[in-house]
C-alpha cells in the first residue's frame, strides 16, 4: 500500500498553533527520513523542514525556522510538524514525504522523495 495520510489541518486564528500529523503505512519508518512540504494556493511547492532516520537531526526553511517543529516517532509511524505563531501566509496545503536511502540526507530536493502523502489543509485568518 505504501502510503503517508497527513491529519491535524484546519481554520485558526493568526498567532495560534497547531500540529499537524504523518502516519505511514505499508512500510516503517526506521530507514526513511521525512520532509514536510506546503503549497500555498497559486504557488510552488514549498520545502519546510526535513528530520532524519538515524539520529533524528532536522533541518528547516528559513521563513518557518523558529516557529516550525518537526519530530517523529518511529514506534507509531508517525510524524509531526507542531507550527507556532502562524501568520496568513502559512495558509497551505501541507504534505509530507518519505525518502529512502543515505541516512545523512535531509533537504529540500523533491525527487529524493519516494513517497507522498495527500495534504492537509490549514487555513490562517481572522
Known amino acids: 500500500q505504501l502510503q503517508l495520510v497527513e491529519s491535524g489541518g484546519g481554520l485558526v486564528q493568526p498567532g495560534g498553533s497547531l500540529r499537524l500529523s504523518c502516519e505511514a503505512s505499508?512500510?516503517?519508518?526506521?530507514?526513511?527520513?521525512i520532509g514536510w512540504f506546503r503549497q500555498a494556493p497559486g504557488k510552488e511547492l514549498e520545502w519546510v523542514s526535513c528530520?532524519?532516520?538515524?539520529?533524528?537531526?532536522?533541518d528547516y526553511a528559513d521563513s518557518v525556522k523558529g516557529r516550525f517543529t518537526i519530530s517523529r516517532d518511529n514506534a507509531k509511524k508517525m510524524v509531526y510538524l507542531r507550527i507556532d505563531s502562524l501568520k496568513p501566509e502559512d495558509t497551505a496545503v501541507y504534505y509530507c514525504?518519505?525518502?529512502?536511502?543515505?541516512?545523512?540526507?535531509?533537504?529540500?530536493?523533491?525527487?529524493?522523495?519516494?513517497?507522498w502523502g495527500q495534504g492537509t489543509k490549514v487555513t490562517v485568518s481572522s
Open positions: 528530520i532524519r532516520h538515524r539520529d533524528g537531526s532536522t
Open positions: 505499508g512500510f516503517t519508518l526506521d530507514y526513511y527520513a
Open positions: 514525504a518519505a525518502a529512502q536511502g543515505d541516512s545523512s540526507w535531509c533537504g529540500l530536493n523533491k525527487a529524493r522523495y519516494n513517497y
